[in-house]
T-cell receptor
Framework: GAVVSQHPSWVICKSGTSVKIECRSL??????MFWYRQFPKQSLMLMAT?????????EQGVEKDKFLINHASLTLSTLTVTSAHPEDSSFYIC???????????FGPGTRLTVL | AQSVTQLGSHVSVSEGALVLLRCNYS??????LFWYVQYPNQGLQLLLK??????LVKGINGFEAEFKKSETSFHLTKPSAHMSDAAEYFC????????????????FGQGTILTVHP
């Protein structure tokens, strides 16, 4: 089956620093990637949708200048949390979808802790 | 616009008992519906999906769900619970049936934590 990986699986950083999270589709070409955020004991909330080679579409309330998304190739998307603060601590999950498919394949998630 | 409501944030059953996790949805376009399972500190695994074919959908690990348009429901069931079924379950809707701006975008319910007692 299709595999999506995320790196790193967990990261701890100081307030004010930037953190980059990678999402890779290992055995298929992902024309669309999605980034979700999940706070403890809550559901997944879609942050943004990115299509290869074009700018990401952000959901309402998500700061595009704070959460920079780059979908540089058909197998890689990155999420950069800029000037991270403790309230950005969360579980970030990406998913990938190939053209024409009606399902997404989820990565294992990245736990971000901002001190 | 689409939304999902999962009734019951916690469900507890005995091993061998019926599992029933409830999900109701609303969607302005014909929906695609999904059930995912999440184990602690892991990503989501797809259990099953409905994409406008048969209304009774069978998934992995013995789970199944029935799409009922008149009730706008997509409840998840399993005849006999196993200890390994203990996890959090998410129902999700996507406006995939008619494309448009909601195509591929998943909206998740609040999640239901399933506990299985010996």
């Amino acid at each position: 089956g299709a595999v999506v990986s995320q790196h790193p699986s967990w990261v701890i950083c100081k307030s004010g620093t930037s953190v980059k999270i990678e999402c890779r589709s290992l055995d298929f070409q992902a024309t669309t990637m999605f980034w979700y955020r999940q706070f403890p004991k809550q559901s997944l909330m879609l942050m943004a949708t990115s299509n290869e080679g074009s700018k990401a579409t952000y959901e309402q309330g998500v700061e595009k200048d704070k959460f920079l998304i780059n979908h540089a190739s058909l197998t890689l998307s990155t999420l950069t949390v800029t000037s991270a603060h403790p309230e950005d601590s969360s579980f970030y999950i990406c998913s990938a979808r190939a053209r024409g498919l009606d399902r997404q394949f989820f990565g294992p998630g990245t736990r971000l802790t901002v001190l | 616009a689409q939304s999902v409501t999962q009734l019951g944030s916690h469900v507890s059953v005995s091993e061998g008992a019926l599992v029933l996790l409830r999900c109701n949805y609303s969607s302005s376009v014909p929906p695609y519906l999904f059930w995912y399972v999440q184990y602690p500190n892991q990503g989501l695994q797809l259990l099953l999906k409905y994409t406008s074919a048969a209304t009774l959908v069978k998934g992995i690990n013995g789970f199944e769900a029935e799409f009922k348009k008149s009730e706008t429901s997509f409840h998840l069931t399993k005849p006999s619970a196993h200890m390994s079924d203990a996890a959090e379950y998410f129902c999700a809707v996507s406006g995939g049936g008619a494309g448009g701006t909601s195509y591929g975008k998943l909206t998740f319910g609040q999640g239901t934590i399933l506990t299985v007692h010996p």
